[in-house]
């Protein structure tokens, strides 16, 4: 069964700290995505992560994928209050796309 | 033109109603997708067209209908719901099945009651 697993669920920071999402995933396909959500809202694309080693950087967000592992982390930086989402990775596997649980990131001032 | 529209935005009906949930792109793509998303979990897979023919069922209840009239149109026909089928129906497409772009809708906010 194709799993995909995100930790923390609930991630509250300080504006300014940085910390991690991580995910982990059970398939043998290494595509690799991330994708924001806004309170109902859609989903907005992140990253794509294709191969071992993978790093993409947009602002104070940074993805990466280790395959061998199959884990991908995503590195907040000096967080801002902008950042406050829910986070999903999501897995490509058995030729579908599976999501995660979720992180629900909240900055405090 | 890079988006996918979905219409309408919120939907409320009942439980013996019959309504239909409609997904259009422009951009070419030749697959997509209908996901299930409930409060607070993530999106999850119903359906999946390919070159308009559908290619995956999730085990969806017949209950949910979807339809692929041409390339650029996608549906679901929903009949006879549940309250616990309230949920946020997202649409998404990809240039093909098996492409890492996927494009996400706004999404159709559905209240049965």
């Known amino acids: 069964e194709l799993k995909v697993e995100q930790n923390p669920l609930f991630l509250s920071m300080q504006e300014g700290k940085n910390y991690t999402i991580y995910c982990n995933y059970s398939?043998?396909?290494?595509?690799l995505y991330w994708y924001r959500q806004d309170p109902g809202k859609s989903l907005e694309s992140l990253f794509v992560?294709?191969?071992?080693?993978a790093v993409k950087q947009e602002g104070r967000l940074m993805a990466s994928l280790d395959t061998k592992a199959r884990l991908s982390t995503l590195h907040i930086t000096a967080a801002v209050h902008d950042l406050s989402a829910t986070y999903f990775c999501?897995?490509?596997?058995?030729?579908?796309?599976?999501f995660g649980t979720g992180t629900r990131l909240t900055i405090i001032p | 033109d890079t988006e996918v529209t979905q219409t309408p935005k919120h939907l409320v009906m009942g439980m013996t109603n019959k309504k239909s949930l409609k997904c259009e792109q422009h951009?070419?793509?030749?697959?997509m997708y209908w996901y299930k998303q409930k409060a607070k979990k993530p999106p999850e897979l119903m359906f999946v067209?390919?070159?308009?023919?559908?290619?995956i069922n999730e085990s969806v209840p017949s209950r949910f209908s979807p339809e692929c009239p041409n390339s650029s149109l996608l549906n679901l026909h929903l009949h006879a719901l549940q309250p616990e089928d309230s949920a946020l129906y997202l649409c998404?497409?990809?240039?093909?099945?098996?492409?890492?772009?996927?494009?996400f809708g706004s999404g159709t906010r559905l209240t049965v009651v």
């Open positions: 998404a497409s990809s240039q093909a099945r098996g492409s890492y772009g996927y494009t």
């Open positions: 398939t043998t396909s290494d595509r």
């Open positions: 992560l294709l191969s071992n080693g």
């Open positions: 999501g897995n490509f596997g058995n030729e579908k796309l599976t």
């Open positions: 951009m070419g793509h030749r697959a």
């Open positions: 067209y390919s070159y308009e023919k559908l290619s």
